[in-house]
């Protein structure tokens, strides 16, 4: 009989021992999830992109032979920030502007092709002017834009729509005939090279002097412009502006 009553005992206590332990009904013990199948490192930050040559500061600019170049523009050094100047838009025709800034670009070269070959100015300069109304006016040896848009890009944009049409006009010795389609149009590549920001005065946008940037500048049909900019490092906004190509002599002081 009392064996009876001990295996009775240990029963009961097995079994309160159990449901002390067990959770409630309906409710899942809670355990930190993991993903499975996925590789080490998936979602880790990519790995930076290696940065360019940092902005050198603007100072003097130097010819090839270590002397001061000063330089002049060749074409609008009449515009002064702050005056009025009539520009003939090809769509919506003549128009009043007020100059609101002024940047003064470098034009730079390289005496030898090769990676460790500086650039610098060759003493030409040129220069651009933010109007009222959103417009750029810029000058480049003989050709001159108005500029109405303006598209940010990214490096991997010009990595991807036009460095490739770049580098193959590059390796023409700019002979090519290249063109390439970015909207509103299709493109035909005039030049590339290379700039730095000398001088700015008044409303400068994105600009920043002493940047140094890479160009290209294309034409399209019944007149249409596209002059992209990519900047190194820090330099200024990697930009692609649309808009027209016009004649110099077209613009005139109010």
């Known amino acids: 009989m009392s064996g009876c009553l001990l295996a009775m005992a240990v029963i009961c206590f097995l079994i309160g021992v159990v449901q002390l332990v067990a959770p409630e009904q309906g409710v899942l013990p809670s355990r930190p999830s993991r993903l499975t ?55 919506q025709g003549e128009r009043m502007a007020h100059v609101l800034g002024k ?26 002017f933010w109007l009222e109304g959103n417009l750029l006016l810029l000058n480049w ?17 010009i990595a991807r729509q036009f460095a490739p049409y770049a580098k193959q006009f590059a390796q023409s010795d700019q002979t090519a005939d290249v063109t390439f389609a970015y909207p509103p149009a299709s493109w035909h590549i005039d030049d590339i ?42 330099g200024g906004q990697d930009t692609a502006w649309v808009g027209w190509r016009i004649e110099a002599e077209e613009v005139k002081e109010a």
């Open 141 to 157: 040896q003989n050709r001159s834009y108005l500029l109405d848009e303006a598209v940010l890009l990214s490096d991997a944009d």
């Open 37 to 91: 199948g996925m590789p080490r490192g998936t979602f880790a930050p990519a790995r930076p992109i290696q940065s360019r040559s940092a902005p050198q500061p603007a100072a003097a600019s130097f010819s090839s032979g270590g002397k001061a170049v000063n330089l002049k523009l060749q074409t609008f050094d009449w515009i002064k920030v702050g005056q009025r100047i009539y520009v003939n838009h090809p769509v």
């Open 193 to 234: 090279g290379k700039f730095r920001v000398e001088q700015i005065e008044g409303q400068s946008l994105r600009y920043q002097r002493g940047g140094i940037g890479r160009f290209i500048h294309c034409s399209g049909a019944d007149n249409r412009g596209l002059v992209v900019e990519d900047f190194e490092g820090g």
């Open 103 to 128: 940047i003064v670009f470098a034009e730079l070269w390289q005496q030898t092709r090769g990676p460790q070959s500086p650039w610098v100015p060759t003493g030409s300069a040129f220069a651009g």
